[in-house]
Nanobody
Framework: VQLEESGGGLVQAGGSLRLSCAVSARATFTSYTIGWFRQAPGKTRENVAA????????YYEDSVKGRFTISRDNVKNTVFLQMNSLKPEDTAVYYC????????????????WGRGIQVTVSS
């Protein structure tokens, strides 16, 4: 399984970015749970959003609820993270990750990872 993030960059506070995670896998794309994680300098990596292989509602970390939206395009094998009302504290390297046929949020539950992409929010 290969994952590739795109869409990062520099944005002013209050602005928006949309991250994309393109997934290449032998198994059916819909059988994968995809999560978006981020890691800021000096901090541990945290899951900010996940869309599950099952019908379970998406997961959002508390600090991004109402601002971030995760979605998946099952034709393009891509997961998106729409980030609105960005804050300087959202600055981090963002990673997408995948696990097959599992409803997990914690980092240790994911088997496949992208390389990450920088998001910088200026004040």
């Amino acid at each position: 399984v290969q994952l590739e993030e795109s869409g990062g960059g520099l944005v002013q506070a209050g602005g928006s970015l949309r991250l994309s995670c393109a997934v290449s896998a032998r198994a059916t794309f819909t059988s994968y749970t995809i999560g978006w994680f981020r890691q800021a300098p000096g901090k541990t990596r945290e899951n900010v959003a996940a869309v599950f292989w099952s019908d379970t509602n998406p997961y959002y970390e508390d600090s991004v609820k109402g601002r971030f939206t995760i979605s998946r395009d099952n034709v393009k094998n891509t997961v998106f993270l729409q980030m609105n009302s960005l804050k300087p504290e959202d600055t981090a390297v963002y990673y997408c990750a995948a696990v097959r046929r599992a409803t997990v949020v914690r980092e240790w539950g994911y088997d496949f990872w992208g390389r990450g992409i920088q998001v910088t929010v200026s004040s």
